[in-house]
């Protein structure tokens, strides 16, 4: 019997592998005695008040007891009990995500009777003292979300909470190297275009009322926090209670909240409009066992696509507000461009831009029996924001494709970003005994972002210039929004095992990821064409004058539009020793071992193989992946409480921290510079207009 116990045990730590194993709990330990000799045996329960959870354990030979993997708040109740001694009681305690909180127990004897004894009624919610925070580490409370002003109700105005943040950069360290998860599932933009999930639509990745609380951590010495160099970013979410609890929130401004006067000047009004309503639902589906928490929000706003105006002839040009593109020439431009090919570039002023989001949250929180609990999250997001054409590749860049005083591009130019994603993932914390305890988490994550042009059909991109350099005009298929889409699904399995001996606890673990991404980018695929000036264009139009620049990239062979496809693992070793020296000094050392591998997936482009002249004869094979070697991380802690009353608590550490790279920086390689199925026209000299995307475009026969 016994061996087969040993058995389940051993398969359950080494057949469970993790992606960043980062907190989403807390954990209760302590000393029982008597006031002279420590107490075996003694039972030891934490019931979190809210939704009846209990949590039960035993104290060991040696006194001490440990509950693992507790919910984070509270209140908490906490009783300690043995035969022949009073019961005592610690009541009132907020648990802190990551925390590791000490509740000692001294038990009175009991001559006559047993009944129980409230000793301690204080509240408790100390995220200074804890002896699992051994370096730079900011708690963001659920009270502190409450209170606190809040501009944007996002993660970062509370991440700046932080005293060495810069925005979502930590200590120094760029964003792109941060961990971010909730409730332990990934949350990172691992690819790279943004800082965080939703951050090319400006749209937050979760509601503010769906948290529960925020963990930054710059430089934890416990090896269990991996996968990044800059910053780990924890976020837990709200669960049920047995109470039902809902609410319901809206937030609006508009035209009328805005001032349109600037001196002697005044800006016309245009439509602005913002709004974000929501609610939120949590409480038992059945008391003391199961429950459930549920968010949902809608945010939109609508901007002024441009606060400048053409220019006629009752009202001049004033490097305000009143550009130098005239209205008679755009409308001209416009009646030519729908007459003629029959396109419709959109308009030049008076336009707005939208900015939407949708987002949900589902939770279900299930105490299975004493030993285990069971939790299973759903996070949703859909949102999309109308921007203008990219001002790279145009001749101006500080100016470029925007509306400026020297021109008004057509609204027709700019393009939607989408970002989009639907993350699950599933936790189960398990007590074996008094000895060990075991946390689970299994999850996927699906990101899919991508582009749609506001023009209305295939259209090559034309900019215009005014005959002195400066941008005039541009209408047509925005240049990079062609096929312009990333899809991203990510596979975590995490696993944590933990044993106590003595005064040691000793926990270990393997942690491994698996990314694959589709990505697809081919700037200038309908044609970008530039003329000097309007009437070039016209001359162009009418076959008799080339552009001064004609750019065209495309496809070659058959087939459907080629993707880059690159996959990666990351695999991941731990081992560490928490050791309570004595009462006031706990030290913390261990090692972690992070080995990535990045599959041969890329698109081969065997021109540049055969490209010569680099150092020592080296050939660059875009198709293959960069080598790696194991990134080694051993870390050491420690937390004092130097007199013993939390009065004066010194803490430190030493470490190495390693994470993956954007992912994008990699993948380039292929997508800008090795894609065997592309070729493409720069700088092309000798082209006259034309709105056929495929006037100049090689047959689907052609190969390099």
Not at 230 to 241: D, E, L, M, Y
Request: without cysteine; proline residues 4%; positive net charge.
């Amino acid at each position: 019997m016994l061996s087969k116990k040993i058995l389940t045990l051993f398969l359950t730590v080494m057949l469970s592998v993790t992606l960043m194993a980062q907190e989403t709990t807390s954990d209760i330990q302590g000393v029982v005695s008597d006031g002279s000799n420590l107490i075996a045996g003694a039972v030891i329960t934490a019931i979190h008040t809210p939704t009846g959870t209990k949590y039960v354990t035993t104290s060991r030979k040696d006194g001490r007891y440990n509950l693992a993997n507790v919910k984070i708040g509270g209140p908490y109740e906490i009783t300690a009990s043995f035969v022949g001694f009073k019961i005592e009681k610690q009541t009132n305690i907020i648990l802190t995500l990551g925390q590791d909180f000490k509740a000692d127990f001294v038990l009175q004897t009991e001559a006559k009777t047993l009944s129980e004894v409230v000793v301690k009624t204080t509240t408790r919610q100390d995220k200074v003292f804890n002896n699992s925070h051994t370096g730079s580490q900011e708690i963001i409370t659920r009270e502190q979300l409450d209170r606190l002003p809040t501009t944007n109700r996002s993660l970062q105005d509370f991440t700046k909470l932080t005293p060495t943040a810069n925005n979502l950069a930590f200590a120094g360290q760029s964003n792109q190297y941060n961990n971010v998860t909730i409730d332990g599932a990934n949350f990172n933009n691992s690819f790279g275009l943004a800082s965080t999930l939703g951050g090319q639509t400006n749209s937050q990745p979760v509601s503010l009322d769906a948290i529960e609380q925020i963990q930054v951590n710059v430089s934890p010495y416990d090896v269990k926090n991996g996968q990044f160099a800059g910053a780990g970013i924890n976020t837990v979410t709200r669960s049920g209670t047995n109470q039902l609890k809902a609410s319901v929130y809206q937030y609006s401004k508009g035209v009328n909240y805005i001032g349109y006067n600037v001196g002697d000047i005044q800006v016309a009004k245009q439509s602005f409009d913002y709004y974000l309503k929501g609610a939120t639902l949590g409480g038992a589906l059945i008391k003391n066992k199961l429950f459930f928490f549920g968010s949902y929000e809608e945010e939109k706003r609508t901007d002024p696509g441009t606060t400048w105006t053409a220019s006629n002839s009752s009202t001049p040009p004033n490097g305000i507000t009143v550009s130098n593109a005239n209205s008679d020439v755009l409308n001209t431009l416009k009646q030519f461009l729908i007459t003629n090919y029959n396109y419709d570039p959109g308009v030049y002023q008076g336009y707005s831009y939208v900015t939407q989001s949708k987002k949900a949250t589902a939770k279900i929180d299930w105490n299975v029996n004493n030993n285990n609990t069971f939790t299973i999250k759903y996070n949703y997001l859909k949102s999309s924001r109308q921007v203008p054409a990219s001002n790279s590749g145009s001749a101006n860049t500080s100016y470029g494709r925007s509306p400026t005083q020297y021109g008004l591009p057509f609204n027709g130019s700019g393009y939607t970003i989408n970002n989009d994603f639907n993350i699950v993932i599933a936790e189960l914390n398990t007590r074996f005994s008094n000895k060990a305890s075991n946390k689970i988490q299994v999850g996927y994550t699906a990101l899919r972002d991508y582009r749609s042009a506001a023009s209305n059909g295939d259209f090559p991109l034309v900019d215009i210039l005014d005959g002195n350099g400066q941008p005039y005009t541009s209408f047509g298929y925005e240049q990079y929004t062609y096929h312009n889409v990333l899809n991203t699904d990510v596979f975590q399995f995490n696993d944590i095992f933990t044993f106590y001996k003595g005064a040691h606890e000793i926990a270990i673990g393997t942690q491994n990821s698996y990314k694959k991404y589709q990505n697809g980018f081919s700037p200038s695929y309908e044609g970008v064409y530039r003329f000097n000036s309007i009437a070039d264009f016209y001359a162009s139009a009418a076959g008799t004058k080339a552009a001064a620049r004609y750019d065209l990239s495309y496809t070659l062979g058959s087939g459907s539009f080629p993707l880059v496809g690159p996959k990666d693992l990351e695999i991941g070793f731990f081992a560490q020793d928490k050791w309570r020296a004595n009462k006031n000094l706990t030290v913390t050392y261990g090692i972690r071992v992070d080995i990535p591998k990045f599959y041969n997936t890329f698109l081969y482009n065997p021109i540049v193989d055969g490209l010569t002249g680099f150092v020592n004869g080296t050939h660059l094979n875009t198709g293959q992946g960069p080598t790696t070697k194991p990134q080694f991380s051993p870390r050491a802690g420690f937390t004092w409480d130097v007199l013993g009353d939390k009065s004066l608590q010194i803490r430190g550490g030493i470490g190495l921290f390693a994470g993956p790279p954007p992912f994008v920086w990699i993948s380039n390689q292929a997508s800008n510079s090795g894609m065997a199925l592309f070729g493409s026209i720069s700088n092309g000299s000798g082209y006259i207009f034309s709105p056929d995307i495929n006037k100049y475009r090689p047959s689907a026969s052609a190969t390099l």
